[in-house]
């Protein structure tokens, strides 16, 4: 089943399954390395629960939670 | 340790220009990857720090021995994640690499920066790189930081796979240094990467454009290097033309062609070229790099996350590290700021002994030794800032303070990392406004910049303390007062000047937070970037680093600010002294100043007025002279003229004087006051200068100074542009003197409304 990034937990994980957002902001976040059929997990949210901290191909990304909000992953274990 | 230089077999070499001209060696690699270090490390102090003509870009170059009789030139190009820009930064790295920029020729080396703890992602920028067919060195650098994560990168294997040499390196150890310089000094060959497999049209597309680009490039680039200039190309927005003057037109009518199909929109072919790299780049990582601990072992950097970005403590330590740095600045700078004072002041009387007394004199004592002290008095707050920017930048915590931070500053349309430029403008704006430089955003900076005066400096508060001692009665609010033996009665609580300063504070932090709105919706506004902001694993701080970032401030502050600030602090003492008047033609000068004082007259006699001494009359003399002469001067002239502007604020023409004289530096204004009134030498805690304000007069014979009057001026003083210093710096960072004189203007405006609006609304309730 597909969520957006925003709405994952601290802990979960999932695969990447598409970007659904601004084409500028697509292109670099695939050039970071979050393309579909990307791993990715989730670490915590900051201290005032927002951005985002998220580990994926070996190192920690913080993203805001409206640019998350874009991202659809396949969630792991559902 | 022991370093092995992995080589793979060359082929396809291109000769590297020799001669009487240097070579010219790129630093690229990741932001984060050390590149910086690196630098230090093969330059050491000989750096040179400028600007990219047109952009507001630093262009940092160096020189570097290879050996004794053998130097290059190094130029340090901005970190980026992709040679498809997406900042003026990036966009620079990628203009110097394609050799499209007219003041940078394109290097004849490049050394690529790796983070081996990170390789994968960092193999973007140094795949497209290795493309371009300059020939190139991988500096494989974090291996320390790698081997803490439990990974190890077979530097041979990695080599083979890109077809390029690679050096290993803990660059802020220094290791691999001397091992990177030797292969700097043998032939370096044109990279053997395997070009990157494209879906058919863009293949199509790459192929077509390389062959048109193979002719210009012939002699400067391999075949190969055509390929991935071509790719680079399509993948980018640069215009035709620019392409046309660099390549020819063939080859920019061939782009031209190819920008009409849609399919071969930059965008797209962006995204295919980032899913392709990527395909590519994942087994050979898998080839690479080695895991010894399992995935589950927490490294050091997540074990001090859980602490530093937790929802509580994270906060608690981040303002605890907040204040660290805020009273470092604030309070241990004006210790080194006394001595400059005091050492300017030794310089002064020293030189009005040996000169005789007359115009250079003044010039000299007045003019340039105050205004090179004027400058110099900032260099210890500078120094403090950066040292400790330097130093949270390099232990990899002011990404975690950008990151906790982001809300908050986000709710203005401002990212995450201006809020440490904005905090350090509490104590000075100018160490801020210079450290706006980590921001990437040109919008983002521009309104950081444009707001930060508004944090209410340190400057601004004799003149606060000097107002509320005058004209703010010492009401205790809330609290509680109790005896203490030795100390007496001692009263904890709130008080009424606390409550004023604070206010005055936040109304400052408002004002900015509201401009900063503005600022993003009209002339900063554009797409918000987004944050993507990377959290690097933490790292021992290199000293050398934070030094050398310590002194390259510094040292830029004092000949670029420094020069401007000395000029302008020149013409204002001119214009504070000039027109002299003529000392010896003026005969009315009243030698009894009311505010001598009474004594009780002897027995049952009413009180007399103290006769002053000789000595009192004489200084009360020179000070009336001293009075009459700023007066006279052009600035008193213009405060005259001023003063029917300044009158719906409840200010005279005395205040407008002490304006015109604060414009050098907040501060000035209570000496400026003090020769206004006749006080001589005065500070905030001068008390013939209050007594003197509260006795001035209108000409109908209402007091100027009232409680309303001294609120108004404060208000004015929270949001006015009143400091040459932060002018000249302001000029410096964005390249142009339109900025600082549209920040002069809108602060300014902005504050004679706020003036305005206190001194008529609080005479409305009848408070005047």
Redo the contacts between chains.
Sequence with gaps: MSRTLDSLQPGDSGVVKALDCDPEAAHRLMEMGLLPGTPIKVVRYAPLGDPIEIMMRGYHLSLRKAEAAGILIEAAGE | MAVELQTPPSSGVVPIPTGKSLRRVALAGNPNAGKTTLFNALTGMRQKVGNYPGVTVEKKEGRCTLTPGEEVLLLDLPGT??L?P?SPDEEVARDVLLGLREDTPPPDAVVIVLDA?????NL?LATQILELGIPSIIALNMNDVAENSG?SVDAHELSLALGAPVVPLIAVKGEGVPQLKARLLAQLDTPQLPALELPETLEHARSTLADALSTPLSGKRSLEGARGVALRLLASEVQARTVGEIYGSNAAGTLAEMRADKHLAP?AV??SE??AR?AMLNPLVERVVQHHAGEASKSFTDRA?AIL????W??VIFGLITLLVFQAIFSWASYPMEFVNQAIALLGDGTRKVLPDGSLEDLLVDGVIAGVGSVIIFLPQILILFFFIGLLEDTGYMARAA??????M?KVGLHGRAFIPLMSSFACAIPGIMATRTISSRNDRMTTIMIAPLMACSARLPVYYLMIAAFIPNLRLWGFSFNLPVFGERYLGLTLPTVVIFSLYALGIIVAMAMAWVFKKTLFSG?QP???????PYKIPGWRNVLVTMWDRGSQFLKRAGTVILAISIVLWFMLSYPKIDRAAVENVPTISPASGIRPGPGNAPPVLNEPSAEEAETDRENRLAAMQQENSFAGRIGHVLEPAIAPLGFNWKIGVGLIGAMAAREVFVATMGTVYAVGDADETSQSLKDQMKNDRWPDGTPVWTTLTAISLMVYFVIAMQCISTLAVVKRETNSWKWPLFMQVYLTALAWVAAFLVFQGGKLFGWG
């Design positions: 994640y992709s498809s997406k703890s990170n390789l994968e992602r973007y990974k965008l962006g995204a980032a899913a990527y996350d970005t937790h929802k509580f994270g906060l990151f906790i931070m982001d809300r908050l986000g797409p987004a944050l993507m902001l990377e959290l690097p």
